[in-house]
């Protein structure tokens, strides 16, 4: 029951006392005397009086009754506000009596921060005559505040003015809690629903949730972007779909039916599909990845799909690169006889490149990937140190350098040049070893022919200078039998110079023709092979440190090749270089090719040692030898300025030039051997060498060596 009720009941008990009041009117008409209960000195009939009084007297006990009984707390107020009256459920909460609660005092029961509210509210409420309703907290006996409603109305009479107002106060504590609860609840709802959405929003991949009709109700900014779609405008997923250009990763056309989210309202969950598409954002055709599930409820039925598409177009595009790039490694290394191998430790299992199984002139199924079979192939007097490296190398985490034989299947020797590094877990266990191994046989017979020329030639030295010191030995006895006539010894003296000096320059001559056949047989060959490695030195992948490395290591060896063959042939030179000098010898060899040259040289005297100017003579030698050949040039210009420490040389010609790096017909490589050769005797005298040409205008050849030091 609520305050209607109530305000229904005290309308009828109203009703009553104003009839009582009409009554009381009436009999004062009749000058009677009116007293509480009876009229004295009349003989009215004062039933109908005695009636009202007590229809007032029940209803105003049915009154309190109802008051009492329902579940409310009940009060009653005077027309300018003041309480008078609070049901016993009402007190006994509050734990007042009623004369506690009387006029104001009730506000002091009030939470403090819904005192003035309620103040303000009941004032304005009592003033006006309106309803009052507010919710606020207050205070039970205990001194817990709880929550109610306060509810309360005017009673009015005939003319309109408010006799009492009666009102209710309803607890709503448990209410008030629960929605606080599940305010509560919604606010973190709506937190996770905002993060939840700003996860979405941030993803990069386009993420598409579709309904049981057919049509997008989410869809991500990437989505929307690459597909050039608004947000407020329904989306039909098979419309969509209609209109795309789709295809299936085979390059076949993929159906409308096949699209994910229509496989996944039907129950499929497609995971990691890839399909090819060209986005209305990009206008080109795009690799995606694509997955797709059902989203059900909690009795399972499917109530819509959800779908992510990854765009893989870049990672395709890196694929394919890396494809190129093992491609070009694989060349690389057969070029360079170079192949790489991977060994897990724990597992003894051999990864081996293409060019391992060349080098070992063996197939995949001859040569199975295992530490033993790779030993077996192993020359038997070398299997000792491989073993003792592999096991050096698992230990102290590096794998060589060193050589070693094998025996090939149809028993001829490779020698082979290793080096490797282990990797290491956590806890120091070798993991696995990466290596490389690389056909040296060619340097090595190259170094074996080195070895032979060199003791050919130190016999042939030893023999000349045997020659020559009998020779001596017989010129000492005719001078000795000759000591009386000083004239004649004289003579013999002279003699015994000049048949020196013709000993010194036969020596001389035949080191030349020695120093001659070794440049030309063994020195042009490594200048080849090492042109060819560095033709391919760009094709040697950035990130393969080991692989970059094991081409150094090769060009150490080939420049320690040269240098040797360097050594050797210096002990020998142009006669015109010991006779006239370098500068003399430069100017003639220029002129001897009958074209014009302009001169522009210094006095290079004491510059370099004999063994330099050689060097220096030869690059000479092969610039103009292919300005002779190739340039068909009517001038060159040679220069030699010194500089400080260093001495700059420069040949420059007026021909027809050509593309440096391009040597593709059969005299433009032998040009580009030529410039190789000239490149590396300036770097084996510490010296810098630049070739500038230009295709139908010029070449010029420019190089600095460092001068003897004064």
Known sequence: MGIDFFANVLNVKESLRLQLEKAKKALRKHDATWVEGMVPGSGMDITKHNQAEEALRESAERFRLLAELIPVLVWSACPDGNSDYYNSRF??????????????????????????????????????????????????????????????????????????????????????????????????????????????NSINDEIWFADTQKKFTLANPSALREFGLDSEKEIDVEKLAAKLEVYRADGSHRPIEEAPSLLALHGEVVRNREEIIRTPASGELRYRRVSSAPVRDGRGNIIGSVSVAHDITELKRIEESLRQSESSLAEAQRIAHLGSWEWDIARNDLILTEEIYRIFGLTRQELHPTREDFLS???????????????????????????????????????????????????????????????????KQAEEALRQARDELEQRVQERTEDLRHAVEMLQEEVIERQRAEEALKDSEAKLRDLARHLLFLQEMERQALSWDLQE?????????????????????????????????????????????????????????TDLGLTVGLKSLCESYGIECLFDLDDLSECFSLEDQVSIYRVFQEAMNNVSRHAQASQVTVAAKKKDERVDFLVEDNGQGFEVGKMEDLEAGRRGIGLATMSERVRALDGTFKIESQLGVSTRIFFSIPRIPK
């Open 91 to 200: 007190l006994e909460y509050l734990g007042k009596t009623a004369e506690e609660m009387l006029g104001w005092t009730w506000t002091s029961t009030l939470h403090p921060d819904d005192q003035q509210r309620s103040i303000d509210a009941w004032t304005e409420a009592s003033t006006k005559g309106e309803e009052y309703r507010i919710e606020y907290r207050i205070r039970r006996a205990d001194g817990q505040y709880r929550w109610h409603i306060g509810h309360a109305l005017p009673l009015r009479n005939d003319a309109g003015s408010i006799v009492r107002w009666f009102g209710t106060c309803t607890d709503i504590d448990d209410r008030k809690r629960a929605e606080e609860e599940t305010q509560r609840l919604l606010n973190v709802v709506q937190v996770e629903k905002d993060k939840l959405s700003a996860l979405v």
């Open 377 to 443: 192939w192993v020359h038997p007097d070398d299997l000792p140190t491989v073993i003792h490296k592999l096991e050096e190398g698992i230990k102290s985490g590096k794998y060589g350098p060193y050589y070693y034989r094998i025996v090939r299947s149809d028993g001829s020797i490779r020698y082979i040049y290793a080096r490797g590094i282990t990797y290491f877990d956590q806890e120091g266990q070798p993991l696995r070893m990466l290596g490389t191994a690389q056909d040296v046989t060619e340097l």
């Open 521 to 577: 047989s063994i020195a042009q060959s490594i200048a080849v092979l090492k042109m060819d490695l560095r033709t391919f030195e760009q094709k040697l992948p950035v990130r393969n440190k080991a692989l970059r490395e094991e081409y150094r290591q090769t060009l150490k060896q080939i420049d320690g090749i040269v240098e040797n063959l360097r050594r050797r042939a210096a002990e020998l030179s142009p006669q015109m270089l």
